[in-house]
């Protein structure tokens, strides 16, 4: 489906000009990891020797998709992400690893095409929070796109969100606990105790997202989904 026929979820595709090492990143080290969409029906095919997938959604500056790469050798990472100058950075940090793709382009677009039951972990971290009561239906965490993180999740898998925006901690589980009436338990929330989601885990790496919401005073929560 074409982002012509589909709300948009994200704002710009590009910040400030790319310096150097960035613009070179991305006209160098891009192409090789560029996610080639028509595998998603055989995610297999895209590392063969892998036995697990992860997806971020909007990865930003890429910090968090290269640390977990960097740290689980084992498993494929795909980042998606249209903001031009985050995939840049994204390309410059995991240029020697093997196992990242990255799709320039709405998360939205790798969810439609992957097949059932491929994705071990997914990740939604500090999405666009579209503030104004008029822009919330562009928010990632809705019934549409909870259904396809329900569909390309295996049971068991994780699925993580992190925001420092309290109103939409409150809709993420406002929508979830909706989609559980509707479908059956299907994410369930994984916090036993307050500590379990004001406290980032241990193997939950920080973003610069996160560290400008602590340096504005802002109090991330860290959520996690386990997929029934």
Not at 95 to 123: C, E, F, M, Q, T
């Amino acid at each position: 489906m074409t982002e012509e026929k589909r709300r948009l979820i994200y704002g710009r595709r590009q910040g400030r000009p790319l310096k150097a090492g960035a613009r070179e990143a991305f006209e160098t080290v891009l192409p090789a990891l560029a996610l080639d969409i028509a595998r998603l029906s055989a995610p297999e095919t895209l590392f063969p020797d892998l036995p697990r997938l992860a997806l971020e959604i909007g990865f930003g500056g890429g910090e968090h998709l290269a640390a977990q790469a960097a740290a689980h050798p084992d498993t494929g990472f795909i980042g998606a992400e249209p903001f031009l100058n985050g995939v840049a950075k994204l390309a410059a940090l995991v240029k020697d690893l093997p196992n990242v793709a990255i799709h320039h382009g709405d998360a939205r677009d790798v969810l439609d095409a992957l097949a059932d039951a491929s994705l071990d972990k997914a990740y939604l971290l500090f999405p666009d929070p579209w503030h104004k009561l008029r822009h919330n239906k562009r928010r990632f965490v809705s019934q549409k796109n909870l259904a396809q993180l329900a569909r390309t999740l295996k049971p068991g898998a994780i699925f993580r969100v992190a925001s420092d925006i309290p109103d939409y901690v409150r809709w993420t589980l406002v929508e979830i606990a909706a989609f559980n009436r509707a479908h059956g338990e299907t994410f369930i929330w994984q916090a036993r105790k307050p500590e379990d989601w004001r406290i980032r885990p241990a193997d939950w790496p920080g973003t610069r997202y996160e560290a400008k919401a602590l340096v504005a005073g802002r109090v991330p929560a860290y959520l996690e989904f386990r997929r029934a």
